[in-house]
């Protein structure tokens, strides 16, 4: 089962750079639909901002709906301190410390304003927010800031205000590699899947899948999944599968591999172990293994989605990623090999 590698790859390169903060989703809903462009039997735009891709299937029974999400955690404007003092608050499981000061960018519109968050000087004593991180104090949100070097008057005239979306300056987003089997980014999750779920497009395109098929770029999964709880309810799909990042750590024995993950349960629910089953034996054919894994400290917009009854089956595809919710990094070989997996699926699913 073939998969267009350097083509994957280079709709990744495109897609990390693109903003979609939570909610606040049209650079990389446009890309996506460029990149879908006229692959599908039919492709629109729901209420809830999911890019829907629609392949007929040789039957109409138990369809499938395989998601992918375009939003990157990210942070929001609390308020904005008479000092020009921009205060922020996560967006999604976005930590301080896993970020730290860095370069920012405050959307406003299709445009946006250059920013550093800051916790401020270090050779400073107990007067300054520095010394308790010094004395190995937790770096929390509340002591950070988006430094602008404007003025409360002049950021409220640009249009800074509650509730806009604040993300990594896009030079920061670029892929940066390890030899090259290993891609990193600050948002390969869920990047990466977008790019398996354009792969899939390609290989459905040429080839028309077993089952009628729904490709869903969901909006929203990072606070919560709601995107895909609305998408995957909207069409007949009895099975979901969602392709995402999954962390590698010791506690779960998986390891930053080729080897794609399929997760068994996570803090949302089961996955279905019949098709877990089945994929395990798609991959041995295709000639690289399988991982496993119990997760706690995470969900996916598939057992998310089964969980509010918008289907029956939930399925995880995942791509090993150390460093997650952080400066991700993942083998192109997993991502790759599970968009091989999912095509092969979708052409021999399980009954």
Known sequence: MAVDRRRLLADLERLTNAHGPSGSEGEVERLMLELFGDLGDGTWQDDADSIVVH?????????????????????????????????????????????????????????????????????????????????????TWEAMWVETKLDAATLAARGVRPGRRVVIARHRKAPWWLGE????????????????????????????????????????EEIGGLGAVWSVG???????????????????????SGDPILPCKDRAGLYHLGVVDHMTELAAGLGFGVQTAVLTSYASDATLAKAAASAARAVLIGYAGDNTHGFEICHVDGIVNGARLLVAYLGTPLK
Not at 112 to 132: F, R, Y
Not at 198 to 220: F, K, R, Y
Request: aromatic fraction near 4%; proline fraction near 5%; hydrophobic fraction near 45%.
């Open 181 to 220: 089997d290993y891609v990193c980014g600050y948002n390969l999750d869920c990047r990466a899947g977008l790019a398996m779920l354009v792969a899939s497009a390609h290989e459905l395109a040429a080839t028309p899948p077993a089952q009628d098929t729904w490709l869903i770029a969901s909006s929203e």
């Open 55 to 139: 392949f007929k299937g040789h039957s109409s029974a138990g369809g499938i709906a395989v998601v992918a999400h375009k939003d990157e955690i990210g942070m929001i404007v609390k308020r904005v301190d008479m000092d020009g003092r921009v205060r922020v608050r996560p967006v999604g499981g976005l930590h301080p410390w896993a970020i730290g000061e860095t370069p920012v960018e405050i959307l406003l519109g299709e445009q946006s304003l250059a920013g550093v968050l800051s916790i401020g000087s270090k050779h400073v004593s107990i007067e300054s927010p520095a010394a308790a991180l010094k004395e190995g104090g937790a770096l």
């Open 234 to 256: 909207q069409v007949p799909a009895s099975t979901v599968i969602a392709l995402d990042v999954v962390p590698v750590a010791a506690e779960y024995q998986t390891v930053n």
